[in-house]
């Protein structure tokens, strides 16, 4: 099972990126799916998720209104739409997937069961 993730880069405050996660070696949609990001010196913390088939979608406080999360099951793809992009986004994003019987989405990067390697993010002010 591999994540890789892409879409990362240097941005202006209030410019927008799109991340992809393209999932391979498994049919994700068993998985639940979520990004999480990490910034310098700062523990790992959640972004967004979405339920197995996409049909709701959950976010950090901090994103919501900003950021949309969706997937494409049918080519085993993630995606995260960043717009209003400021300078505090400024981290390393990363994918994940959980299964999940249940469809029980988790915003505890410890109960996420594959990563990707990540893709950074930089937004200047």
């Known amino acids: 099972v591999q994540l890789q993730a892409s879409g990362g880069g240097l941005v202006q405050a209030g410019g927008s990126l799109r991340l992809s996660c393209a999932a391979s070696?498994?049919?994700?949609?068993?998985?639940?799916m979520g990004w999480f990001r990490q910034a310098p010196g700062q523990e790992r913390e959640f972004a967004a998720a979405?339920?197995?088939?996409?049909?709701?979608?959950f976010y950090a406080d901090s994103v919501k209104g900003r950021f949309t999360i969706s997937r494409d099951n049918a080519k085993n793809t993630l995606y995260l739409q960043m717009n209003s992009l400021k300078s505090e986004d400024t981290a390393v994003y990363y994918c994940?997937?959980?299964?999940?019987?249940?469809?029980?989405?988790?915003?505890?990067?410890?109960?996420?069961?594959?990563w990707g390697q990540g893709t950074l993010v930089t937004v200047s002010s």
């Open positions: 994940a997937a959980k299964f999940s019987r249940s469809g029980f989405v988790s915003r505890n990067p410890g109960q996420y069961d594959y």
């Open positions: 979405i339920t197995r088939s996409g049909g709701s979608a």
């Open positions: 070696g498994y049919n994700v949609s068993y998985y639940v």
